[in-house]
């Protein structure tokens, strides 16, 4: 009877620490369109870039030389791959996420051409510190409140308060 005595509270500790931690929910690998910008949305297709699954990312809304795509969610699991088709004239891919959650930046990210990626979600920006790889040729800007992440040296101002309706 001692034992069990003994053995009650920590029978009870575990059962609460499991289900706590049961009820934590975490970001899942998901791409998801918001369907914000109409017919242009974007559309996302399994492919295999560069020897390993990732999603293909293409539609969105062109103005000028601007490509802007608009998500509920983007994170990229490791071991994936998410790549923003490039077409032609475009300089610059704008892509902001307007879910509730940060971005989990996992996997491979890039630009099957040469335009710069700008990845925007006012909820944070993750990018993981041992198997992110960035494959874009010209520059990566992730902007979240506070901080931003360059792959280079060049100030970019990060203002982007209107996306294409």
Known sequence: MKLFRYLLPLTTLSLYTISNFAS???ATAQIIPDNSLGVESSTVNPDVINGIQSDR?????IRGSNLF???????????RGAYFSNPANITNILTRVTGGNPSNILGR?????NANLFLI?????FLGLMQVWIYVVAHFLA?????YYLT????VPATCNQFPS
């Open 143 to 147: 902007v979240q409140p506070i901080v």
């Open 152 to 155: 280079t040296l060049n100030s």
């Open 57 to 61: 990312v293409s539609g969105g809304a």
């Open 109 to 113: 990210l890039g630009v099957l051409g």
């Open 24 to 26: 934590i929910t975490t």
């Open 121 to 125: 979600n006012p909820k944070g920006v």
């Open 69 to 79: 795509h608009s998500f509920q969610e983007f994170n990229i699991d490791a071991g």
